[in-house]
């Protein structure tokens, strides 16, 4: 007889499913048996303990009793525990970590200063949590969310809500549904009598009401819509006529300023152009300016102005001589400043454009104004002519007026590219031609570089005149100052430039370049040419080189007294060691001691160095006296300082040495003939020129080819052949180009310059 059991299956198979659940078990209880037939595992306590050997090892290695593992005792404190699982079950079946291993946790996050919550007690926290939001009916799974009920308006509050918008009677008691009784309505019986087997809510009057319902409100909200819309276009009217009004009275004044501005032009197209043209235009626009000065953009203003005095401006710069004509049309241009939109700033030099809002809001800026644009095409080439081809820089007072007369009205960067680019370059030009290392002659007289330099000095940018830039005025004016103190004279007086230079050279500057290249040739110049004899003395060495270090510019007075102390007193007091040991006339050799101390200046005479020199003389005279004419020759000493030798000897023995090759060099001259080459090197020399052979030959002639030019480089400039007495130049860059000959001229300096 078959069995079925709960799930279906047969006796047979349950028989078979009994017997491999008693063989489970089975093997459950033997493990079980197993396990508590296992030994205990050992303690840490246990195993201290022991007397094994492991406890001893770990007594050794610092273990206590009761503590955990490692150095800061923070390790395990019992052995780790093992967990068993069943055969076959997978992870999860049951817990995998003990209560040893969750102890162990606990008290590493207690050395952390931590709270460790284990999984399980987290999971009992949510449970909770979902089981009070479910008991207080917020939130949760199992909340249903209740449904609202729909809501109608009636027909009264639509029509409320609706500006404007009137609902018929009949169409209000459909939606309210407010007749005597209910009517069925059928498409073929009509009006009815009551059904009271009818449910209301499903009655054709309810859907027709819903229905006359739902289209009253999208008409409601549509007629909402249409009312606003309307208001919005009213105020866009509102808007555009007043737009309009604004517009058309703009037009109005526009058409007036025009006609004005026709005017102008024709009365300015028919006089000739002369002061009165500019006088009736000038009038003209100002009384514009006066009348619409508040109805028009001041930049239509600016524009009118400019297109205005246009041609009158153009053809007065047509023929304008700057440097002799100063004034011109500037008074002109000065009344009508402020239509040209530009105001003067403190210092006269800069230019502003005037603050005009409406400019800036409804018109785009531009780089340069109407005005700006005339005056850059029309003032600056006649200016920039001017300076470069008719200017004497050595002559600064014409320019100088013109200058300060305009700046008032130019533009900023007009200005600026005079003052910073035209007036220092023919500046630098003038003082590069100053031969500094030459005294001033009356036959070729040179103008001292502060006549030229001083008036503009509040025009020149600031790197012209530093000490530290590699270009400009000053760098050119420190080269100049160099080959002076090398090569000038020193018999010579000093050139009164340097004290003229005095307010843009500044001590320290000066005192290095002195010390540098003046003090050894000073130096040497004492020590060869002067000598001290008392029945002739000759004061011009000593005179001329006092006079190179007692000007305001020269060096300080301690460098002074070095210098005498280096290569004057050693002479002297050998002089005066001599003449007391030849049966001296002391009195005479007083007054030689006094003259001596009158010859130099009070601030050199009385200085603690030079001073200690004349307490030396003095001394040796003392002792003299004190020894007597019998032992004074054997027994005084000589002085100690010896023979004069110079600051700088390596400076004096190079300077020994240029002077013998410049002597062998003239000895050479004057044995070989003078050929024209060797003049025409000598003016190139003169003129900062190198003559370079260029090792060709002009296929035509077959005469070498030279280059003349001023490049430290070696190139550009000219390519000439020599001929007789003449110069030969090629015109032209090519090979093959004609020569002409040329003679030695500021044609060719000009050429050989690249200008």
Request: glycine letters at 6%.
């Amino acid at each position: 007889m078959a069995n079925f059991s709960m799930n279906g299956r047969t006796g047979a198979e349950a028989e078979d499913g009994e017997s491999s659940d008693s063989d489970h078990r089975r093997k459950r209880r033997k493990m079980a048996q197993n396990h508590q037939s296992m030994p205990d595992v050992p303690t840490a306590s246990s195993a201290v303990k022991s007397t094994g050997f492991a406890a001893k090892m770990m007594a050794k290695m610092g273990y206590v009793e009761g503590q955990g593992l490692g150095a800061s005792g923070r390790g395990r404190l019992a052995p780790v525990e093992t967990q068993l699982r069943p055969t076959g079950a997978g992870l999860g079946a049951v817990r995998e970590k003990t209560k040893q291993a969750k102890d162990d946790e606990k008290r590493e996050a207690a050395f952390r200063g931590e709270v460790l919550e284990d999984s399980e007690e987290e999971e009992k926290k949510r449970r909770k949590e979902l089981k009070k939001k479910r008991l207080s009916g917020v939130g949760g799974a199992a909340s249903t969310p209740t449904r609202q009920k729909t809501k109608y308006r009636t027909a009264a509050e639509i029509e409320a809500t609706t500006e404007g918008l009137e609902v018929p009677n009949v169409l209000k008691s459909i939606i309210d549904a407010t007749g005597s009784e209910t009517k069925l309505l059928t498409s073929t019986a009509g009006l009815m009598s009551n059904q009271n087997t009818m449910v209301p809510s499903e009655t054709e009057s309810m859907k027709i009401a819903k229905r006359a319902r739902r289209d009253l409100e999208s008409f409601a909200e549509e007629w909402n819509t249409v009312s606003e819309r309307k208001i919005f276009y009213e105020m866009q009217e509102a808007q555009l006529v007043e737009e309009m009004d604004e517009l058309e009275g703009g037009t109005r004044g526009l058409e007036t300023v025009m006609n004005a501005i026709r005017e102008v032009q024709l009365s300015a197209s028919r006089t000739t152009v002369d002061q009165s043209a500019w006088e009736s235009t000038t009038k003209a626009l100002e009384s514009l300016n006066r009348q619409y000065t508040d109805k028009v953009d001041s930049s239509i203003l600016q524009e009118v102005s400019v297109a205005a005095i246009h041609p009158l401006f153009k053809i007065a710069m047509h023929d304008w001589r700057p440097l002799v004509d100063h004034t011109n049309v500037f008074p002109y241009l000065s009344r009508l400043s402020h239509l040209f939109g530009i105001q003067p700033s403190s210092n006269g030099t800069d230019l502003a454009l005037q603050s005009d809002p409406f400019l800036h809001s409804t018109r785009p800026s531009k780089s340069t104004t109407p005005y700006e644009t005339m005056l850059y095409t029309l003032f600056l080439p006649p200016i920039r002519s001017a300076i470069i081809n008719d200017w004497d820089p050595t002559d600064s007072t014409p320019l100088l007026t013109l200058i300060q007369l305009w700046s008032t009205i130019l533009p900023a960067f007009v200005l600026t590219g005079i003052t910073h680019s035209l007036i220092p370059t023919r500046l630098e030009t003038l003082l590069s031609t100053w031969k500094s290392s030459k005294p001033p002659s009356t036959k070729q007289p040179q103008p001292s570089p502060h006549t030229y330099i001083f008036p503009w000095l509040s025009f020149l940018p600031p790197h012209h005149l530093s000490p530290t830039a590699p270009t400009g005025l000053f760098s050119t004016l420190k080269g100049k100052l160099k080959s002076l103190f090398q090569a000038y004279p020193i018999s010579r007086p000093p050139p009164n430039t340097l004290t003229a230079l005095l307010p843009i050279l500044s001590p320290p500057f000066l005192h290095s370049i002195q010390t540098r290249h003046l003090l050894p040739r000073l130096a040497t110049y004492l020590s060869e040419n002067l000598l001290i004899d008392p029945s002739n003395q000759d004061l011009a060495p000593l005179t001329e080189t006092l006079a190179w270090l007692t000007p305001s510019w020269s060096l300080p007075t301690s460098t002074t007294a070095h210098l005498l102390t280096a290569e004057f007193f050693p002479k002297w007091h050998y002089i005066l060691y001599l003449w007391l040991t030849n049966n001296p006339n002391y009195e005479e050799i007083r007054e030689w001691f006094l003259w001596w101390k009158d010859q130099f200046p009070p601030s050199i005479r009385d200085h603690d160095i030079v001073a200690k020199e004349w307490n030396k003389g003095l001394e040796t005279m003392s002792l003299a006296l004190d020894l007597g004419p019998e032992n004074v020759a054997a027994q005084l000493p000589p002085p100690e300082a010896g023979p004069a030798k110079p600051i700088n000897v390596a400076a004096a023995q190079q300077l020994k040495r240029q002077q013998e090759e410049d002597r062998q060099l003239k000895m050479r001259l004057q044995d070989e003939p003078v050929t024209f080459r060797t003049v025409l090197e000598e003016w190139c020399a003169e003129n900062s020129l190198l003559f370079i052979p260029m090792r060709e030959a002009d296929p035509a002639s077959g005469l070498p080819l030279f280059r003349l030019t001023a490049s430290a480089t070696g190139k550009g400039g000219v390519v000439v052949f020599l001929r007789g007495d003449v110069v030969w130049v090629r015109e032209g860059k090519r090979e093959g180009a004609v020569f002409r000959p040329v003679g030695l001229d500021d044609g060719l300096l000009g050429r050989a310059e690249g200008k």
